[in-house]
């Protein structure tokens, strides 16, 4: 509803006319809450079966990033501590999932058994029924794992051995929670290890898991060019593939910290010239080809522009990059909701209306 705050702003004429229209929203309430009920406990608690994840991939839909919180090396570590409100305004904003980013490493000991810290895991599963809660479909995953990009050989065993247990852990969850294997494989973790480790931790985690929908990214960073060198199990046709667009790179990333040399870049923008406009959707036409050859459905895990580049070009570029998306039969997640490349701006305490116009249009 995120016409609501600017419909009830103070100054906004005809007062009757906003009565009946609360009265319109109220009816449209009781009607959308009547179709789209909140699971139970018990739907909840129904371990997967039979899915398809073409309609898996549909349910994720329209999705939000839930970044720099439980992905830092401990939750509010880059300012960002999960409320349950947020998940609130996601859902009521007209999302239909969460994208959760998980760091797992600095949660889970450095030796054999390598078990996961019991309060971490609490913590994690109050932000997966938050979601769930709200009929917002959830996907977790393993993210920032950096060790096992450097040392893929010395980090394997702990990789599977978190798998195992957060696969015994949510056997018996509903099918609208996803696994997503790993985010962004990279440095050592070449292309063909990816291969091999990914298909190691689908074949244990389908031992707890048999009917969940499995979400897979590509090596090299996690961008469509890595789609070719992506091996996935055959037979196994319960798999969402993702990947990452930041394109072009100089605006989106322009002035991140974390990127050497960008704040040469700042001022770029982005004004949806048919240039611009056709360099995205050769990229997405790079990735709907590999996606038709290989029968599977694709989501774009994460993309945004972060907030030193020009709200309006950002805008202009989340806008097309969604409906891009959408006209593929992509779901995707936006990156991200509150912190750098946030839709919502915890200073007003509001949405970043652009973004989330851009993101969700208004009817
Ligand atoms: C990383 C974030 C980063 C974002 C954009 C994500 O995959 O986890 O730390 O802000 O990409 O660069």
């Known amino acids: 509803m995120h016409f609501k705050t600017k419909t009830y702003e103070s100054g906004t004429p005809g007062f009757g006319k906003v009565r009946k229209i609360s009265f319109a929203i109220f009816v449209l309430g009781v009607v959308l809450c009547a179709c789209s009920k909140n699971p139970t406990d018990t739907e909840k608690m129904q371990p997967p079966s039979g899915l398809d994840a073409f309609e898996q991939n549909q349910r994720l839909g329209r999705g939000m990033n839930l970044g720099n919180a439980l992905e830092a090396p401990n939750e509010g570590d880059w300012g960002i501590v ?7 305004l996601i859902q009521e904003a007209g999302f239909n999932s969460v994208r959760i980013p998980i760091r797992w490493s600095t949660h889970t000991t450095a030796t054999f058994p390598y078990s996961i810290d019991t309060r971490f895991l609490k913590r994690v599963d109050w932000a997966i029924e938050q979601a769930l809660d709200r009929n917002l479909a959830v996907m977790i995953n393993i993210h920032h794992y950096e060790e096992i990009m450097q040392d893929p050989a010395g980090h394997k065993e702990r990789f599977l051995a978190i798998w195992s247990e957060l696969a015994t852990h949510y056997q018996n969850y509903s099918g609208d929670l996803f696994f997503e294997i790993l985010n962004e494989p990279n440095d050592k973790l070449t292309p063909d290890l990816w291969n091999q480790y990914l298909s190691e931790a689908i074949a244990l985690i389908r031992e707890t898991n048999p009917g969940r929908t499995l979400v897979v990214g590509t090596a090299n960073w996690g961008g469509y060019a890595g789609l070719t060198s992506l091996k996935l199990p055959e037979e196994d046709r319960n798999i969402v593939v993702t990947f990452h667009y930041y394109n072009p790179f100089p605006f989106t990333h322009q002035g991140a910290e974390w990127v050497d040399n960008s704040d040469q870049w700042l001022g770029t923008p982005w004004h949806g010239t048919d240039a611009e406009k056709q360099a995205v959707r050769n990229d997405f036409a790079q990735a709907v080809n590999w996606a038709n050859v290989n029968n599977r459905p694709l989501n774009v895990g994460e993309f945004g522009a972060y907030s030193k580049a020009a709200m309006s070009s950002r805008a202009t570029w989340t806008n097309f990059v969604s409906r891009t998306a959408e006209e593929n039969d992509m779901s995707w997640h936006y990156w991200e909701f509150i ?11 509001d949405w970043n209306y652009a973004l989330l116009d851009a993101l969700i249009p208004p009817n």
């Open 82 to 88: 999960l409320q349950e409100h947020y998940f609130a």
């Open 339 to 349: 912190a750098g490349f946030g839709a919502y701006n915890s200073s007003t305490d």
